[in-house]
């Protein structure tokens, strides 16, 4: 049964009688929150709830920012399983174009883009998906992603996409470009290997081999997923916040604002 949040720093007792807070960490005053925002993008599980919002729900918003924000001339909506299903569902909501699944995931493969090597991600991603051909032959597909992070399992499934009769293949990835190292414990090391970096991505859509790619933008992410919040406190303002002060997300592998010091 669902009870609440933890919040940041606070240490909880559960025992059979009650759940009890013996401490909290309090933030220093005026510092806002940083709750890391790839969490909403890619990391937690749609029925996750943070900051009182369901993570699915962010997505789905996420999805619909992005229609407003990049539209397309297609035919139908689909997307890369399965984080990105709810921003895909989003898009076509808000395009009046069908939702329609082109890819099925093996289950027994894990997350490519934590595998320690390119070698490994590349064999992943081989033996990630099979394509649903009839639902897509001849027609024009916009794909969407939730992150593009090296670039490694973008293009292949364009290619089998075309291979299997798509007309024309459209991306649409619904977070921004990831240009920094995350220094809070993601496997994302060096600059270097971020294809936002590289000198590809200034004809990304030809490298990967779609018709068009667009992000979401920075802004757009972040009203997706403090739109809930900001109208909760709005609609109630005696509402404890879930987060004390001011109301803040990590941007950092986004932006490069990071929300602590840096020590080297």
Same mark, same amino acid.
């Not at 081999?209 to 406190?233: F, T």
């Given at each position: 049964?669902?009870?609440?949040?933890?919040?940041?720093?606070?240490?909880?007792?559960?025992?059979?009688?009650?759940?009890?807070?013996?401490?909290?960490?309090?933030?220093?005053? %005026?510092?806002?929150?940083?709750?890391?925002? =790839?969490?909403?993008?890619?990391?937690?599980?749609?029925?996750?709830? #943070?900051?009182?919002?369901?993570?699915?729900?962010?997505?789905?918003?996420?999805?619909?920012?992005?229609?407003? &924000?990049?539209?397309?001339? +297609?035919?139908?909506?689909?997307?890369?399983? &399965?984080? $990105?299903?709810? $921003? $895909?569902?989003?898009?076509?909501?808000?395009?009046?174009?069908?939702?329609?699944?082109?890819?099925?995931?093996?289950?027994?493969?894990?997350?490519?883009?934590?595998?320690?090597?390119?070698?490994?991600?590349?064999?992943?991603? +081989?033996?990630? =998906?099979?394509?649903?051909?009839?639902? #897509?032959? %001849?027609?024009?597909?916009?794909?969407?992603?939730?992150?593009?992070?090296?670039?490694?399992?973008?293009?292949?499934?364009?290619?089998? /996409?075309?291979?299997?009769?798509?007309?024309?293949?459209?991306?649409?990835?619904?977070?921004?470009?990831?240009? =920094?190292?995350?220094?809070?414990?993601?496997?994302? !090391?060096?600059?270097?290997?971020?294809?936002?970096?590289? !000198?590809? #991505?200034?004809?990304?859509?030809?490298?990967?081999? +779609?018709?068009?790619?667009?992000?979401?933008?920075?802004? %757009?992410?972040?009203?997706?997923?403090?739109?809930?919040?900001?109208?909760?406190?709005?609609?109630?303002?005696?509402?404890?916040?879930?987060?004390?002060?001011?109301?803040?997300?990590?941007?950092?592998?986004?932006?490069?604002?990071? !929300?602590?010091? /840096?020590?080297?």
């Amino acid at each position: 049964r669902y009870y609440r949040e933890v919040l940041p720093g606070e240490i909880v007792k559960i025992s059979r009688h009650d759940v009890q807070t013996l401490d909290v960490v309090r933030r220093l005053e %005026g510092d806002p929150s940083a709750f890391c925002i =790839f969490e909403y993008v890619y990391f937690a599980r749609p029925d996750s709830i #943070f900051e009182g919002q369901m993570v699915y729900s962010v997505r789905k918003r996420c999805g619909q920012q992005l229609a407003i &924000e990049a539209p397309v001339e +297609a035919d139908l909506v689909s997307t890369v399983p &399965e984080s $990105a299903t709810p $921003a $895909a569902l989003g898009y076509a909501q808000k395009c009046g174009l069908p939702y329609v699944e082109v890819l099925c995931k093996n289950r027994y493969v894990g997350r490519t883009f934590i595998q320690p090597n390119m070698r490994l991600r590349q064999l992943g991603v +081989a033996k990630k =998906f099979g394509v649903l051909s009839d639902n #897509f032959k %001849g027609k024009r597909v916009v794909i969407i992603d939730d992150s593009i992070v090296r670039g490694n399992t973008i293009s292949p499934i364009i290619k089998l /996409l075309r291979e299997s009769g798509a007309k024309e293949v459209h991306i649409r990835v619904a977070s921004p470009p990831i240009r =920094f190292p995350c220094y809070m414990g993601i496997n994302i !090391p060096t600059k270097e290997e971020l294809i936002a970096n590289r !000198p590809e #991505f200034h004809d990304l859509a030809n490298y990967i081999g +779609a018709d068009s790619v667009v992000y979401l933008s920075v802004e %757009g992410l972040v009203s997706s997923v403090q739109e809930s919040i900001k109208a909760r406190q709005d609609n109630n303002p005696k509402t404890p916040k879930s987060f004390t002060g001011k109301l803040g997300h990590c941007t950092a592998c986004l932006t490069g604002d990071y !929300p602590v010091e /840096l020590e080297w």
